[in-house]
């Protein structure tokens, strides 16, 4: 018999009574898809953020090719960009036909080392692509400094920050584009979906136009106005475009963001004032500089740990733990484009030892409390 009666999953959505209320409304609208959701949510969204322009795609990974597309990235282009990521960060500069060069990761952060960044600079560096991993943002002043030195756009994967802050500044802001993630899992959900902020006008043009078939109908692009049915396409697009459903659904979800991070903060600070007195595991280092989101809680167990074994134990239990991420270049995908183990051994350290518990914003105290007493009943319990 399993300590714990239902199964507890690593993340999960919460929508309520206003959020199915919203999708109705839409439902029963004119509009399912290019209508005035998409302009509103986009609004509140950059609002939210503080950034100046907002571009609604039907998924992360479509935002993040359409930020890989507006940066100019092409055909042999290289982009530096971590491994401890999900296969659509560097899935998006491959889609462009350029080259993901990985850079490893900080073992304090694990996110992108900054150093390691500007040593896989070359000639053919077009872009560096950071990823707020878990929720705590990057090094940005790092980043950033070294983008500007060689003349590189960064684009931010903040698929796991929306809502966390670097100095006091959101995410959304800091870098030149920044991609959002609407997956159930994440922070807010539309279903699928996903978003680029900018500051930038002719990024937010590029960004508009590839979400629609690199189509305009902007008079002040068009080579002539006096056919009234007249568009032009520009550039080679796709149809990347997010319903009014999914919109409408967004709208809503942002209003009781603040909540949810709050929830997802509090039982992040519960597991971590637990966790630090074990020896045998080490909880998320968060750095000064940033007030993390939250999206994943993850754990370092000791070498005299064995991960299969702790992760198959708390499976029975019905606690449902997950591992974020094996390192992208280790996909037999990657392996056949020739990269191989070892290229960056601080991520492939940190993979072995490294697990995910259930954190999301819907889960109670009692479920954090059960994650809590099996997770230490297995690693040998509290010592301090
Ligand atoms: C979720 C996620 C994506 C992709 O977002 P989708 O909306 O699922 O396409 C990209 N990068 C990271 C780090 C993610 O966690």
């Not at 503080?50 to 992360?60: D, E, H, L, N, P």
């Not at 896989?120 to 983008?147: C, H, L, M, R």
């Not at 009014?244 to 039982?267: M, N, P, T, V, W």
């Not at 005299?304 to 591992?323: C, M, Q, T, Y």
């Amino acid at each position: 018999m399993p300590k714990r009666e239902s199964f507890l999953p690593y993340g999960k959505q919460w929508l309520d009574e206003a959020d199915i209320q919203k999708v109705f409304q839409v439902l029963e609208s004119d509009w399912l898809t290019t209508g005035p959701m998409i302009p509103e949510f986009e609004q509140k969204a950059a609002e939210y953020v503080g950034a100046k322009y907002a571009v609604a795609f039907s998924s992360g990974t479509a935002a993040l090719h359409g930020a890989c597309f507006a940066a100019g990235i092409t055909k042999g282009d290289e982009v530096i960009t971590t491994p401890m990521t999900f296969a659509a960060t560097s899935n998006a500069v491959l889609y462009q036909g350029a080259i993901p060069v990985f850079a490893d990761i900080d073992p304090a952060t694990y996110n992108l080392s900054p150093d390691t960044v500007e040593s896989s600079i070359s000639e053919k560096t077009k872009a560096i692509i950071a990823v707020d991993f878990t929720g705590q943002p990057a090094d940005y002043d790092a980043i950033n400094d070294i983008a500007k030195k060689h003349h590189l756009p960064v684009i931010a994967d903040a698929a796991h920050s929306l809502g966390a802050t670097y100095k006091g500044k959101k995410a959304g802001t800091l870098a030149d584009m920044t991609m959002f993630s609407f997956h159930p899992v994440k922070h807010i959900t539309t279903g699928e979906g996903g978003m680029i902020t900018t500051d930038d006008p002719v990024y937010y043009q590029r960004l508009r136009d590839f979400r629609s078939h690199g189509i305009t109908r902007d008079p002040s692009r068009l080579a002539k106005t006096d056919e009234p049915w007249y568009y032009e396409m520009h550039s080679l697009g796709f149809n990347y475009r997010m319903t009014d459903i999914q919109a409408g659904l967004g709208i809503s979800q942002l209003e009781k963001l603040d909540h949810f991070l709050d929830k997802r903060r509090q039982y992040a600070n519960k597991y971590t004032s637990t966790f630090a007195s074990d020896p045998l595991i080490t909880p998320p280092y968060q750095h000064p500089d940033t007030n993390s989101s939250w999206h994943l809680y993850v754990l370092k167990l000791d070498q005299s740990l064995d991960r299969k074994e702790i992760f198959n134990k708390l499976h029975a239990e019905n606690i449902g733990v997950n591992v974020h991420y094996i390192p992208v270049y280790l996909h037999p995908y990657y392996q056949r484009l020739g990269y191989r183990k070892g290229l960056c051994p601080e991520a492939e350290k940190l993979y072995e030892k490294m697990i995910t518990l259930p954190l999301f914003p819907k889960m109670s105290e009692k479920d954090v409390g059960d994650v809590i007493k099996i997770v230490t009943s297995l690693t040998g319990g509290i010592t301090k």
